[in-house]
């Protein structure tokens, strides 16, 4: 049964410990989700986002460049329920350890967790919060799959078998956008999951998806929401910066 309603409050994190080396020279002084996309801050328009849906604490896992977007957060967002948690290891480790980072101020609650580099239209995080299912992916089935997507493999009633870089592409859906919501049952085996596998070096490279994926292999269910034709872009590369200003042109502030 679903137990959504009676679970604690919900939480966002917020993973911006990137270097976001990619898309130099516009990373060399400021942080990936501070960059401009239509005339706004990648990080501004998400924090907005996800207070417009009713979330009012916001965990923060920063490493680069650290102290610009703490800053910025409190003078734009001064009432806002923010937690600073440093990755200060955010050059040799990857978005698994930096999630794992935040076990201790995720507590007992559910949380949806953010890419900080995701520009995305509002419905996209209101449907994932209305979905009944506890462990949702949001999934875009109307993209290219290439190699660098985290594709998404279902079997019935949209629950997911696999999401990883490794799926093959023709047994895949779509691409998990990099904006999910946990239970608050599911975080505690998630984190025990991080912590196993950051206790071994070997794994600090390793995407938040590779525990996501262990959870399922034990038969922890994760299922797809489908935000097929609405409006988001993960920005790695110039080209998806260019395209991210083109998309949300509109929204100009």
């Not at 350890?97 to 996209?124: N, P």
């Not at 949209?158 to 779509?174: F, I």
Request: hydrophobic share 45%.
């Amino acid at each position: 049964m679903n137990a959504t309603n009676q679970s604690p409050a919900l939480k966002a994190v917020i993973l911006a410990a990137g270097v976001g080396s990619r898309i130099r020279p516009l990373t060399d002084s400021c942080p990936k989700s501070l960059l401009l996309v239509a005339g706004k801050p990648i990080l501004e328009r998400m924090i907005g986002h996800i207070q417009a849906c009713g979330i009012t604490e916001i965990i923060f896992v920063l490493g680069y460049i650290n102290a610009r977007i703490e800053e910025f957060v409190r003078a734009k967002f001064p009432d806002l329920d923010a937690h600073f948690i440093l990755n200060d290891r955010f050059e040799e480790t990857n978005t698994g350890y930096s999630l794992m980072l935040a076990k201790t101020a995720i507590g007992d609650a559910r949380f949806v967790k953010f890419d900080a580099d995701v520009v995305f239209d509002i419905e996209i995080l209101r449907t994932l919060i209305a979905s009944p299912f506890d462990n949702c992916l949001c999934v875009d089935r109307d993209i290219q799959l290439d190699a660098e997507e985290i594709k998404v493999m279902l079997g019935d009633n949209n629950r997911v078998l696999q999401a990883s870089k490794t799926v093959d592409p023709a047994k895949a859906v779509g691409e998990s956008i990099g904006i999910e919501k946990i239970s608050s049952d599911t975080a505690r085996q998630l984190f025990e999951e991080l912590d196993l596998m950051m206790g071994e070096p070997a794994n600090h490279q390793a995407y938040y998806e590779a525990a996501y994926e262990r959870l399922i292999g034990s038969d922890v269910p994760f299922h797809s929401v489908d935000i097929t034709g609405l409006d988001w872009t993960e920005i790695d590369t110039h080209e998806d910066f260019h395209a991210a200003n083109r998309m949300f042109a509109c929204q100009q502030p």
